[in-house]
């Protein structure tokens, strides 16, 4: 089945005569460099295809129908996945000038993106406010996932992976306010630490596991560290794989406020 | 819902799939739209609101009032919501453990047909319920300052004691007459509940969220033992 294309990407049929094609198949002059150039990425595209077998994959994933009356709310989400793609690139760049060996270290080489790294404080802005931004998105796709009505069958498990990346996304933000290690940080993860000692049964086991310890000491940042831009990330990432797997598989929602018509549901059904 | 309620939605929603358009390119240039505008914001608050670094953080130095991230605060006004001590675990783990669960689990307990908002008014009374009351948590952590004074008049012997407490980052918490947050308890008649030596004590080993001093002690004797005087002087009386 051809997927319908709008107008500007068909592809013209060449006339009769043009590139030297006689139209009945036949061509009279060399295939010009532009025509050459198509065939190589073709013949590289097929060369890949027939070891990967990922063009059903690929052609599945991209001409899926999306269904009608789907409108702008319906971006929240892959808006929330480039915030995260964002925060990813620029957590790299951060990393590679960020030492968490020792609380004192940590400030300086904050200090030091902050005032001395070549576009250093415009790459943290971006990270610090970057974690706001992707919060909001995520509530308002939340938001709009609850009201369409979107979390209801087939699609259960989606919203559940959903809850879990939000969760994950709040501690991305806990662990990596400490990270700074500047007054406030320092103090609001004191307190937020305190907070989870305060748990029944598990509470305190979970305060002494983030502390590294029964008090803040040098290894409570390294420890948030390794978890900010290891753990947690890397099960964003994996779960925001296994949500657009789903998305995929179960198509996106419609508007709850469209039904099919009844002359297609009967046509259907014959 | 039942079998043939699953079945007659599978059945609908291909029909509205088929009538719809393919993901690429459509779906895709909303998306890309989207994306750069997402990105763009975040660069324009990068670049207009800078990367605050502010003192670095000093263990000894309790002068100052502990803030969360601004969508923290939802959970961190909810200590105010919750006074009596014996009951802030509630705020602190149990109402959130609740709610994450409640949210967790929403598709298993709302299982009705119906998906218009203004169809299911529980569950869209319930949204806009919560979404208020996580918007008037935040306005009010927003709103809450940090003050580092204390107007309540005081003998001259403690007036010191007074100075010392105002900046030690008590008022972010605990109010002292007119001044100071309501997430811990109220300090104002402190004194005449508790002596000096347990005041003492509960600034070394006080209960959760609230940070220990003892540290505070250690570096600075002189200014924790001028803190607790002051503490143990507020009876209520003046």
Request: glycine fraction near 10%; include cysteine.
């Amino acid at each position: 089945m051809t997927p319908p294309l709008p107008k500007f990407l068909r592809p013209t049929p060449p006339r009769p005569g043009e590139n030297g094609r006689n139209g009945d198949g036949t061509t009279t002059a060399p295939p010009k460099p532009q025509e050459q150039a198509v065939e190589g990425v073709a013949s590289v595209v097929g060369w890949l295809d027939e070891r990967t077998g990922a063009s059903p994959f690929l052609r599945g994933f991209l001409y899926r129908k999306v269904p009608k009356g789907t409108n702008w709310f319906y971006t929240l989400g892959s808006a929330t996945m480039f915030a995260f793609l964002s925060q990813a690139v620029t957590g790299v760049f951060l990393a590679m000038y960020y030492e968490p060996d020792a609380p004192s270290r940590a400030y300086a080489s904050a200090a030091h993106i902050t005032n001395d790294v070549f576009l250093g404080e415009l790459v943290r802005g971006m990270h610090r406010w970057g974690s706001s931004v992707m919060i909001i998105l995520i509530f308002l796709h939340m938001g709009r996932t609850f009201f369409f009505g979107a979390y209801k069958y087939p699609r259960e498990l989606n919203w559940v992976i959903g809850v879990v990346l939000l969760v994950l996304t709040l501690m991305m933000g806990l662990t990596g306010y400490l990270l700074p290690f500047d007054q406030r940080s320092f103090w609001a993860t004191v307190v937020a630490v305190n907070l989870n000692s305060s748990g029944p049964v598990i509470g305190p086991y979970l305060a002494d596991f983030l502390r590294a310890g029964s008090e803040f000491g040098p290894t409570t940042i390294s420890r948030f560290y390794a978890l900010h831009m290891l753990a947690v990330p890397g099960l964003i990432a994996a779960l925001i794989g296994a949500h657009l797997y789903l998305v995929a598989k179960l198509g996106t929602t419609a508007p709850p406020w469209l039904k099919a018509e009844k002359k297609d549901l009967l046509t259907e059904e014959i | 819902m039942d079998r043939r309620q699953r079945e007659q939605y599978l059945r609908e929603y291909s029909i509205l799939k088929g009538q719809g358009k393919p993901f690429f390119p459509y779906a895709i240039a909303k998306d890309g739209i989207m994306a750069t505008i997402t990105i763009l914001v975040i660069i324009l608050m990068a670049v207009l609101f800078g990367a605050e670094l502010g003192p670095k953080a000093d263990p000894t130095t309790t002068t100052y009032t502990p803030r969360p991230e601004w969508y923290f605060f939802f959970l961190f006004e909810l200590l105010r919501v919750v006074k009596p001590p014996e009951l802030v675990f509630l705020a602190t783990i149990g109402i959130p453990t609740i709610c994450l669960m409640l949210l967790l689990l929403l598709p298993f307990y709302d299982r009705g047909p119906e998906r218009n908002p203004l169809r299911r008014p529980i569950a869209t009374t319930a949204g806009i319920a919560t979404i208020g009351a996580m918007t008037y948590l935040t306005v009010l952590g927003a709103l809450a300052g940090s003050p580092t004074e204390i107007e309540l008049a005081t003998k001259p012997q403690y007036e010191e004691g007074k100075e010392i407490t105002a900046s030690a980052g008590c008022l972010g918490c605990h109010k002292i007459g007119e001044n100071g947050n309501t997430l811990g308890p109220n300090l104002t008649e402190i004194g005449a509940r508790l002596g000096r030596d347990a005041i003492a004590r509960t600034l070394e080993n006080p209960t959760a969220p609230m940070p220990s001093y003892a540290n505070y002690r250690k570096t600075n004797p002189e200014q924790f033992d001028k803190l607790v005087q002051y503490v143990a002087s507020l009876k209520g009386d003046e």
